[in-house]
């Protein structure tokens, strides 16, 4: 019913920027969509929600104030901004999906298969 497919991942030096992509395929309606990532050796940890209305947002406190999370509803596509780039963000980063924030930041239903971000040194 609903496919989440990320993409936009890839080698990056510090203070760089990438932006990656989710689009979301199926029947769905009244959700919210976010990001996490889960770097080597480490648990996998919230980034950043929103609803599909784009008006609420959540953010992670290590990545506030470079990511940016946005969605396009026309073309049923979730972004996320990263900028001034650090080490500690190189992780798989996954696009996620619920029927609320709420239940994206904790334990969201709906995921994709990852795309990975490289920051060097």
């Known amino acids: 019913q609903v496919q989440l497919e990320e993409s936009g991942g890839g080698p990056v030096q510090v203070g760089g920027s990438l932006k990656l992509s989710c689009t979301v395929s199926?029947?769905?309606?009244?959700?919210?969509m976010g990001w996490w990532r889960q770097g080597s050796g480490s648990e996998r940890e919230f980034v950043a929600s929103?609803?599909?209305?784009?008006?609420?947002?959540e953010y992670a406190r290590s990545v506030k104030g470079r990511f940016t999370v946005s969605i396009d509803n026309a073309k049923n596509t979730l972004y996320l901004q990263m900028n001034k780039l650090k080490p500690e963000d190189t992780a798989v980063y996954y696009c996620?999906?619920?029927?609320?924030?709420?239940?994206?930041?904790?334990?969201?239903?709906?995921w994709g298969q990852g795309t990975h971000v490289a920051v060097s040194s």
């Open positions: 199926g029947r769905f309606s009244d959700y919210a």
């Open positions: 929103l609803n599909w209305n784009g008006d609420d947002t």
């Open positions: 996620a999906a619920d029927g609320s924030i709420g239940l994206v930041h904790s334990s969201p239903r709906y």
